[in-house]
C-alpha cells in the first residue's frame, strides 16, 4: 500500500496549457505539502495545508493554486504553464505533532515537462 | 533564518570503502535535522532523523549519522558501501514549531565496483 500516492507520474503538456497535480496520502497525517525540485535537484517548498487550512504559501507565481478537499488529500493546480514550469513535484504528509516533530513523507514526485 | 549546506556535490567512492556525506547548517534555534536518500527517477525516501537525545542516530541501510551541536553539522556515514547505495542524499532541517523543511542542495553519492 502506497502512503503518499501522486498522479500522475509523468506530465508532458504544451505551454499555456492547465494541468493539474493529485496526491493523496493513506497514513492518517494532517498535514500535506508541495514542494518543487528543479533540474539542478534544489528542493523548495511551495505549499503547506494542515487540516485543510493553507499554513505555507512561499513565493509561487499565483498560476499555482492548491487545493485540499480533505485531510487526505492535496491537489495541485497551474494555469498557462511555462516553460520554467518544467520539474519535478513532490508532495509530502506529517503529522504535525510534539512526537512526530513534522517527519515528512514523500510522494514518488510528478516529472512535469512544458515544451 | 534557516539554511542547509551540503558542500559535496559528487562523492565517488569505491564498493565496500567508508563514506563521509557532509551536511553543516544554520539556525539560531532548536533544530531538528533529517537525512533523505533519492534513488535515480524515485521520490524521496526517509534515511534517518535526529529530533532529541543520543546525538548519534542510525537509519536504514546501515547509514548512521551525527549531531553536533557546536559544529553545526550533521554528517552522515556508511562504513561500507554498496552499488546499490548508489543516489541523491539530501540533508534537511526543520526549527521547532516551523512547518518547514529546509532542503541542502544534495550530494550525489556514486559508487565505483
Known amino acids: 500500500d502506497t502512503a503518499v500516492s501522486q498522479t500522475p507520474k509523468y506530465l508532458v503538456t504544451q505551454m499555456g496549457n492547465d494541468k493539474s497535480i493529485k496526491c493523496e496520502q493513506n497514513l492518517g497525517h494532517d498535514t500535506m505539502y508541495w514542494y518543487k525540485q528543479d533540474s539542478k535537484k534544489f528542493l523548495k517548498i511551495m505549499f503547506s495545508y494542515n487540516n485543510k487550512e493553507l499554513i505555507i504559501n512561499e513565493t509561487v507565481p499565483n498560476r499555482f493554486s492548491p487545493k485540499s478537499p480533505d485531510k487526505a488529500h492535496l491537489n495541485l493546480h497551474i494555469n498557462s504553464l511555462e516553460l520554467g514550469d518544467s520539474a519535478v513535484y513532490f508532495c509530502a504528509s506529517s503529522l504535525l505533532d510534539r512526537k512526530n516533530k513534522n517527519i515528512q513523507y514523500f510522494g514518488a514526485g510528478t516529472r512535469l515537462s512544458v515544451l | 533564518a534557516q539554511s542547509v549546506t551540503q558542500l559535496d556535490s559528487q562523492v565517488p567512492v569505491f564498493e565496500e570503502a567508508p563514506v563521509e556525506l557532509r551536511c553543516n547548517y544554520s539556525?539560531?534555534?532548536?533544530?531538528?535535522l533529517f537525512w533523505y536518500v533519492q534513488y535515480p527517477n524515485q521520490g524521496l525516501q526517509l534515511l534517518l532523523k535526529?529530533?532529541?537525545?543520543?546525538?548519534l542516530v542510525k537509519g536504514i541501510n546501515g547509514f548512521e549519522a551525527e549531531f553536533n551541536k557546536s559544529q553545526t553539522s550533521f554528517h552522515l556515514r556508511k562504513p561500507s558501501v554498496h552499488i546499490s547505495d548508489t543516489a541523491e542524499y539530501f540533508c534537511?532541517?526543520?526549527?521547532?514549531?516551523?512547518?518547514?523543511?529546509?532542503f541542502g542542495s544534495g550530494t550525489r553519492l556514486l559508487v565505483r565496483p
Open positions: 535526529y529530533l532529541s537525545g543520543s546525538t
Open positions: 539556525s539560531s534555534v532548536s533544530v531538528y
Open positions: 534537511a532541517v526543520s526549527e521547532d514549531s516551523s512547518y518547514k523543511l529546509i
